[in-house]
């Protein structure tokens, strides 16, 4: 999905707004999406070890832990750590709607069709378009907004032209630093499909990052959590490290 960015897991900055005094509304919808966008990816680039439960609908949970790469808006490279019969696993996004997944025990890297990027990554409950690290507004455009005492409650859609699986997002924005805390993804019928919740959340530096979040499928009755076990920033990550070959690395 060209989202997530599940996202998840999976981005982090921080924004200090000089707007306390203005009345609550004084932003346009698009304002606050640009600030969204501001926090999600201050950073030059973003280094992270993170582990990840999968529940199923019975409850039987799986384990897992990956290294997450990524440097400003388009690039994105994710490598499975444990346990055995993932590692090694690893995808990329290389912008430009360039994704690429790499499977050790083909030795193969395959690159991801547009068909494709409504499946499912790795048995979790992001899609291909989850993990695209494109900026919110490039690709989304406000349909209409609302708030409550601590949220700036935006309804989005893909702009024309976009790809995408869902018929909007409703993305809740904390009035206190532009971070969202909740997304919920809509088919094209308006059926509510997913919703992704993050809580913990820490300063990194002068970024913010929420150290833990949910994603649950609500049809399949599925969830994937993920916990930061450590993050830096600013670690100097070159275009050339985003590359096939360090996929096999």
Request: with cysteine; aromatic share 10%.
């Amino acid at each position: 999905m060209k989202t997530i960015k599940v996202t998840g897991v999976l981005a982090t900055m921080f924004f200090i707004s000089g707007l306390w005094s203005l009345p609550a509304m004084a932003l346009s919808g698009k304002e606050i999406l640009e600030k969204v966008d501001a926090n999600e990816y201050g950073a030059k680039d973003t280094v992270a070890v993170t582990s990840m439960e999968l529940q199923d609908k019975d409850g039987t949970i799986s384990k897992r832990k990956l290294k997450i790469y990524q440097k400003g808006t388009d690039k994105r490279l994710i490598k499975f750590l444990e346990p055995a019969d993932v590692k090694g696993m690893a995808f990329l996004d290389a912008g430009d709607d360039k994704m690429y997944l790499y499977l050790p025990a083909m030795h193969k890297i395959r690159r991801i069709a547009g068909h494709v990027k409504n499946d499912n990554f790795a048995g979790t409950d992001f899609s291909f378009e989850d993990l695209s690290s494109e900026r919110f507004s490039d690709r989304m455009l406000v349909n209409g907004m609302s708030e409550d005492a601590e949220h700036y409650i935006l309804d989005v859609k893909a702009k024309p032209g976009k790809e995408t699986q869902y018929g909007k997002l409703v993305l809740h924005v904390r009035k206190a630093d532009f971070m969202f805390d909740k997304m919920e993804f809509f088919d094209k019928s308006g059926k509510k499909w997913k919703v992704l919740r993050r809580r913990d959340f820490r300063k990194v530096g002068k970024y913010m990052q929420s150290y833990w979040s949910e994603i649950e499928d609500l049809m399949k009755k599925h969830k994937t959590r993920t916990m930061l076990e450590s993050i830096e920033c600013d670690t100097g990550l070159k275009d050339r490290f985003f590359s096939k070959r360090q996929l096999k690395r």
